[in-house]
């Protein structure tokens, strides 16, 4: 079930729609960078396309951080 979240970025309120599994995990990927959720959904925020939807970015890190995970670590 797709659950809709707000955070601050530049001083004003905005929210986006996840479902709880790429909320859980953008929280454990901010936690092992050490910086706030906030400070990474900004940082995605930041670096995403003007047209790019929030949501699909949220989601689209997460995807592109495990494949990282994935290719760092394979599977014999």
């Given at each position: 079930m797709i659950?809709?979240?707000?955070t601050t970025l530049?001083?004003?309120r905005?929210?986006?729609?996840?479902?709880p599994a790429f909320h859980d995990m953008l929280k454990?990927?901010?936690?092992?960078?050490?910086?706030?959720?906030a400070g990474l959904i900004r940082e995605i925020?930041?670096?995403?396309?003007?047209d790019d939807n929030?949501?699909?970015a949220l989601r689209l890190y997460v995807?592109?951080?495990?494949?990282?995970r994935a290719a760092e670590n394979?599977?014999?």
């Open positions: 659950r809709k979240y707000s530049h001083g004003h905005t929210s986006f729609s996840l479902e454990g990927i901010a936690e092992m960078r050490a910086l706030p959720l925020d930041d670096t995403r396309a003007v929030l949501s699909s995807l592109e951080w495990l494949k990282e394979p599977v014999s």
